[in-house]
């Protein structure tokens, strides 16, 4: 009953958010065009409540809280009194179109940013130093040391290296004030005051990233399954050579198939060896040892500046990979389901879902990347060449531009009413669909390194 109460109260407000700026980018630059807004509304008719009236524009609440409008006076109909839309420049009118659709690809890269801010996860690795600068000397590190934790809490850095990503750790889990380093295949602790130390110690040094690849997936009667390797081991070695980005574990097992080789793992803290032969001829997608691996995963934060470039790029990204669909789908690269186009329901569950790894997790990146990556879809959609969207209406400009004159305002009007009635049996038929299929959710957790 919370589950399904937390869904519907986050679909509204994400939703709405969503609908709210881009019916703001509608109203604010057809109000600098000189166009009249009739009412500026949340959520779709019948009205609840009128909110107050302010410039001559009626601001309203709705009842049906899937969306808003900004209705501009004659915009579906052969109205060209001074003031309403179809009495406004060709330019007016384009940009005002345009101007929502904007207004979403501006939220997206303020969202992004601010997932990115706010904590996003990144693949990590432990330390080992290739040399050791003089404050990572003080404390006692060597050359080869693999800086592991600090009172008990694994110590991780950024696979790739990036100034601006700040690693947040897990809370010390003792207060020892202990550094545990792995030193030439031992354990040993070194005292150190201050996790400030370590950090300055490391940063300081040379060093290249290990204990990066986890196991995430046992196939059956595997290799791996049958000397016990377990989800959630994070593999150090293969015969002694470190897994590095340089040395992947896949490369280092794929040079040492059918013979014996010795995995160096950590599980819960604990360091094993375990013996295992990787088959020449493994049952297909399974691999040698029959393992699903993934990089380890922390939660980072990112300083303003390269949050902000950062939204801008996975804005562009985003509206790329959605623009290269139809080709990705012809040429086999992602399957039909993979391209399955979300409605109201499906979207709803997506949220809700978002909405729970937030809570539980208590990072915003789920929820925040998620908005992010729903109002860069708004905005490719309404852009879309078809009768009552955006893009639609952009398409009846572009054509008068070419012709010289406009399609009768009664004539476009009658073909964006029967474009959004296709619309709303479109969004039904949709509906009916994600009712009946297995909802549609993404593992954050895992994704989070939680």
């Given at each position: 009953?919370?589950?399904?109460?937390?869904?519907?109260?986050?679909?509204?407000?994400?939703?709405?958010?969503?609908?709210?700026?881009?019916?703001?980018?509608?109203?604010?630059?057809?109000?600098?065009?000189?166009?009249?807004?009739?009412?500026?509304?949340?959520?779709?008719?019948?009205?609840?409540?009128?909110?107050?009236?302010?410039?001559?524009?009626?601001?309203?609440?709705?009842?049906?809280?899937?969306?808003?409008?900004?209705?501009?006076?004659?915009?579906?109909?052969?109205?060209?009194?001074?003031?309403?839309?179809?009495?406004?420049?060709?330019?007016?009118?384009?940009?005002?179109?345009?101007?929502?659709?904007?207004?979403?690809?501006?939220?997206?890269?303020?969202?992004?940013?601010?997932?990115?801010?706010?904590?996003?996860?990144?693949?990590?690795?432990?330390?080992?130093?290739?040399?050791?600068?003089?404050?990572?000397?003080?404390?006692?590190?060597?050359?080869?040391?693999?800086?592991?934790?600090?009172?008990?809490?694994?110590?991780?850095?950024?696979?790739?290296?990036?100034?601006?990503?700040m690693v947040m750790g897990p809370s010390a889990i003792d207060n020892s004030q202990q550094l545990s380093v792995l030193r030439q295949g031992r354990l040993v602790t070194l005292p150190v005051n201050s996790i400030d130390a370590v950090w300055n110690a490391v940063r300081s040094s040379e060093y290249t990233p290990v204990l990066m690849t986890q196991v995430t997936g046992i196939a059956e009667a595997s290799p791996a399954q049958m000397v016990g390797l377990l989800p959630g081991d994070i593999v150090y070695a293969v015969d002694g050579i470190e897994v590095t980005t340089a040395t992947p574990l896949n490369e280092l097992v794929s040079d040492r198939l059918g013979q014996e080789i010795i995995l160096t793992i950590v599980r819960n803290g604990e360091w094993l060896q375990l013996r295992v032969t990787p088959r020449v001829d493994p049952p297909p997608g399974q691999g040698a040892l029959g393992v699903q691996i993934s990089t380890v995963n922390r939660m980072a934060s990112m300083n303003l500046l390269p949050a902000l470039w950062n939204g801008v790029v996975s804005t562009g990204s985003y509206a790329m990979l959605v623009l290269q669909l139809p080709m990705l789908l012809f040429q086999g690269q992602i399957s039909p389901e993979e391209a399955q186009v979300s409605g109201p329901v499906g979207i709803a569950q997506m949220i809700g879902g978002a909405m729970s790894a937030t809570i539980d997790t208590g990072f915003w990146f789920p929820i925040l990347r998620l908005s992010a990556v729903l109002s860069a879809a708004l905005a490719i959609t309404n852009l879309l060449p078809l009768p009552a969207l955006d893009g639609g209406r952009l398409l009846f400009i572009f054509i008068e531009t070419i012709r010289g004159r406009r399609v009768s305002p009664e004539r476009e009007g009658l073909i964006h009413m029967i474009g959004f009635a296709l619309l709303l049996g479109l969004m039904l038929f949709i509906t009916v669909r994600d009712l009946s299929s297995t909802p549609q959710t993404i593992d954050w957790a895992r994704l989070m390194g939680q």
């Open positions: 009953m919370f589950d399904t109460l937390l869904t519907i109260i986050s679909f509204v407000i994400v939703l709405g958010i969503l609908v709210f700026f881009h019916e703001l980018g509608h109203y604010w630059v057809a109000r600098r065009n000189g166009i009249v807004v009739e009412e500026f509304g949340l959520g779709y008719p019948p009205r609840a409540l009128k909110l107050f009236r302010y410039d001559g524009t009626d601001f309203t609440l709705n009842w049906l809280p899937f969306g808003g409008f900004a209705r501009m006076k004659g915009e579906d109909a052969g109205d060209l009194t001074p003031g309403s839309f179809n009495a406004a420049s060709r330019g007016a009118r384009a940009a005002t179109l345009f101007a929502g659709p904007a207004m979403n690809f501006l939220l997206a890269i303020v969202l992004f940013a601010a997932s990115l801010m706010a904590g996003s996860p990144i693949p990590t690795g432990s330390p080992r130093l290739d040399s050791v600068s003089s404050a990572a000397a003080s404390l006692g590190l060597q050359p080869g040391d693999v800086v592991v934790a600090y009172n008990g809490a694994p110590l991780r850095t950024p696979l790739f290296a990036d100034d601006s990503l």
